[in-house]
């Protein structure tokens, strides 16, 4: 295990540890191998800290050149995805492989990758949409890219060796095209006349642009944005409406006749939540993404453990339960939910939002109540959840609350550490 006590060189000490030199993930916030645990904490008596851990300390220097991984990355060419596609109308997104070709309308392309724009560049104004294979190979031989990655069959794998036979290499190609075009659009066809491409940082143009028209896939969890792109202020990436609805709520009293939130005792094992959590990262699901960066959910009780949204927005209903998952790596939490007295549970999640990450503004009912209960597991010092009718909702780990959700709310991390809450639908 390392644990990184925060400071100001948490994002370069990450991407130190994280990755291995040229940025293939060998820990993070999701992992299976317990012996490269990550953790960050805001003090060392946070956590209980094994002896044999390694830690290191944010505050004080560290010195690590990155020069010739950002000479990597920024001359790389990513021929196709290494994961599936999600496609949606007037779309910002980076250039990686093909997933832009296949969206519809306006379609705003920003990449770090000084190569991967070239290529666009280059099919926008000199392919005609047939033998991809053929005009893949002759700019690579034509530009002598050096670093280039196929990832056939949307699978993480390179394939460099076959540029050493161009028949092949160029058949691969084209079977992997029309794989993706019979699998996402089989009616699609070339249209360079909607897509703009620009050398830069995505991240910089969220604050400017809906959530849900932004394809942002992994950038979040890649060495280049830990070591080069880190947001030093997530409030700089919030929707306008967000941050406004932040100045008028930031320094609001607490006096309001409306009864936002109420403040519960659940005796939280905090510790022992917090630890199970940890244990069950990999589990963690991407929750609307429309409406926030970073905000992952597992359902520790529903219908299934990703399963995280509410009941109408799944075709059919699955019961609610205690999730095997849960089950297997959740013990003490289970019990401890057991003992407050529910006749029965809904659903039960853990949510997360990322260091640098936020929820903009929403409210989630149209009907005034105090309804689901939300329990802070642990909340960074930098991470503020703004209440309409209250203000600042002060939440110190093991804080419980129910919550009125007819008011507008947001939540902003700016801090190096996930949040974890445990939100719980049920009744008493």
Known sequence: MIVIKDGPNFNKIYADKAFDK????????????????????????????PEDAIKIDASDPYDVNFDEYYKLIENTLWIFNNEGMKLKENVYMTGAGVHWMFQKGEINIFDISKM?????????????????????????????????????????????????????????????????????????????NNVKVTNGNLIEELSRVYLGKALLTNIFNFKYYFAKLYVKDAYSMLAPSTRSFINQNVHLKKTSHNKACEKVELNVPVKDVHHEIHNMRN????????????????????????????????????????????????????????????ENFQRVRVMCLLPKSFINLHKDKNHSDLGAVNVAINNPKACKFYLQNHGVLDFKPGDAYKLDLVNYHTVVNDSNIPRYHIIIHGDK
């Open 22 to 49: 040229w940025g293939l993930p060998v820990a993070g916030l999701k992992f299976t191998d317990p012996d490269k645990d990550i953790r960050v904490v805001e003090e060392w008596t946070d956590m209980d800290i």
């Open 116 to 192: 991967q724009v070239k290529f666009i560049e280059s099919l926008l104004s000199g392919w005609n949409g047939n033998d991809y294979g053929s005009f893949v190979y002759n700019f690579l031989v034509r530009n002598k890219v050096m670093h280039f990655h196929l990832n056939l069959n949307e699978e993480q794998k390179s394939h460099k060796d076959l540029i050493h036979n161009k028949s092949q290499f160029i058949k691969k190609i084209n079977d992997n095209f029309e794989f993706l075009k019979q699998k996402y659009n089989p009616v699609w066809t070339w249209n360079p």
């Open 283 to 342: 589990y963690l699901h991407t929750h609307r993404s429309d409406s926030g960066i970073g905000w992952e959910s597992f359902c520790i009780h529903g219908q299934a453990w990703n399963r995280t949204k509410e009941d109408s927005f799944y075709p059919d209903f699955w019961g609610y339960n205690w999730t095997p998952e849960a089950k297997k790596h959740m013990p003490k939490t289970i019990t401890w939910l057991k003992s407050l007295g529910y």
